[in-house]
């Protein structure tokens, strides 16, 4: 397994899973009325999101020391924002105001990812959502699940490592795969070449996500046999030290 940085596998996994949800639930709704418009509304709702950004970075420029928006140029995006909430009406302008009206979204309450995930029918996935989340936030529990062992010390994972990738790895691939579904499905008509593409690719991703797991295994071992082969001369590998005599405590004060 190649080296990589837990939390930025984590955040790509994270990141995949919300750009998969959104790609099912257009690819879902998208294609019949009353939503053959869930596209379009999808690209406009930038005008509203683009708006409220200019509002919040021209309320921190000064303290940034950066150079704020001309006059102008806030008057024409608010322009744009009104146009758009002018023709989708006021829930449009709500974070995930592109998908209000769909059947099952909370109504006039303001939709959330939570929300897209059941429409998307990707809300099993909350729990890996979740746990990667906790590397990106970096909350409590990211410092307590970050925690490594390393010949009888301990330390948080934050640099590369070719360890505990195989969970983001895997979340990942089937994210992306599950983006590239709901690309070829929303189109018309689903082809019969299209049916053995996305079934190729399936078990592609089958024997990617067992490699994830093998290599994960076989860190595993050479780790142990890099530690047994340490022992025989009398040394371990400790986590902040390196080398250092095998009865050596620890620096918690073992």
């Known amino acids: 397994m190649s080296a990589g940085f837990p939390l930025g596998a984590h955040a790509l996994s994270r990141t995949v ?44 420029a000064e303290r940034l020391r950066h150079e704020p928006f001309r006059e102008d140029t806030i008057v024409e995006l608010k322009k744009e924002h009104d146009e758009v909430i002018g023709r989708f009406g006021p829930a449009f302008g709500s974070p995930y105001g592109w998908a209000a009206g769909l059947p099952g979204l909370p109504f006039p309450e303001e939709a959330n990812l939570r929300a897209l995930e059941r429409l998307a029918e990707l809300d099993h996935f909350r729990s890996i959502y979740n746990w990667s989340s906790h590397y990106v936030h970096a909350d409590a529990k990211a410092m ?102 095998l009865d050596s405590g620890a620096l918690t004060g073992d």
Do not use: W
């Open 17 to 60: 899973h919300e750009i998969a949800v959104r790609a099912g639930v257009l690819a879902k709704f998208g294609k019949e009325e009353p939503h053959l418009d869930l596209a379009e509304r999808f690209v406009l709702h930038d005008k509203v999101v683009n708006y409220r950004d200019a509002l919040t970075y021209q309320e921190n």
């Open 144 to 245: 307590r699940i970050s925690l490594v062992e390393r010949g009888g010390n301990h330390a948080v994972l934050t640099n590369a490592t070719n360890a505990q990738l195989a969970d983001p790895g895997q979340n990942t691939l089937i994210g992306v795969f599950r983006v590239f579904i709901s690309m070829v499905t929303s189109a018309h008509p689903f082809a019969f070449y299209d049916m053995l593409l996305c079934k190729s690719l399936q078990e592609m991703l089958d024997k990617a996500c067992q490699i994830y797991v093998d290599a994960e295994f076989a860190v595993r071992e050479a780790e142990e046999r890099f530690q047994a082969e340490l022992a025989e001369r009398g040394m371990r590998f400790d986590v902040a030290l390196g080398e250092v005599p």
